[in-house]
């Protein structure tokens, strides 16, 4: 079984925010393969299907970002999971925009629902892929501070932004198949 996490935050006015690509990525997905958020469980709505014999559960967890862990902790001790069945989709601010990378462990980069996910489940173990978002524009003075960071990836893509972003949802899809149906190697070389 593999558990499927996109990040982002619960809500209406979260949807098309820069921070909630993992829930754009993951509500493509499960369109793709007729999976359905019906359930809500460990702080979570989720879907359960299998793909080409492997079950999987999909999960968008409802912790709001900073907590991601605490949903994913509760999903992984009630489904028996091993962090390398764990997938998470995600935003990163080092990635320029719609660019996709895989990777399994590694630090969280300053993403505080990676961060979050790592404290409560243990370990930096788990595979992630990570959509890029580009960088809020800097000052003058060649730099930005925290809260430029939080209004940045709270704020909402520009239809170009979107259309740009299309190509990586898409790609996201194909990796997480990829990851489903042929393993961790296959799918970096692929993406990466």
Do not use: W
């Amino acid at each position: 079984m593999k558990l499927i996490v996109g990040l982002g935050n619960p809500g209406q006015g979260y949807s098309n925010n820069r921070h909630n690509i993992g829930f754009m990525c993951l509500k493509h997905f499960s369109k793709e393969h007729k999976i359905e958020f019906d359930k809500k469980q460990a702080d979570a709505r989720i879907g359960r299907g299998n793909i080409e014999g492997v079950d999987v559960v999909l999960a968008k967890p409802q912790t709001y970002m900073n907590l991601s862990g605490k949903s994913v902790n509760r999903l992984m001790q009630k489904y028996k999971l091993k962090p390398e069945d764990i997938i998470v989709v995600h935003d990163d601010m080092d990635l320029p925009l719609g660019k996709v990378r895989i990777r399994m462990g590694g630090s969280s980069g300053g993403h505080k629902g990676i961060n979050s996910i790592i404290a409560l489940i243990g370990t930096r173990e788990f595979i992630r892929i990570k959509v890029g978002i580009g960088r809020p524009e800097k000052d003058e003075e060649d730099r930005f501070y925290d809260r430029d960071i939080v209004d940045y990836v709270l704020s909402n893509f520009s239809r170009d932004e979107k259309r740009q972003l299309e190509p990586a949802i898409e790609k996201v899809s194909n990796a997480l198949l990829c990851l489903i149906t042929e393993g961790l190697e296959p799918a970096m070389n692929k993406c990466n």
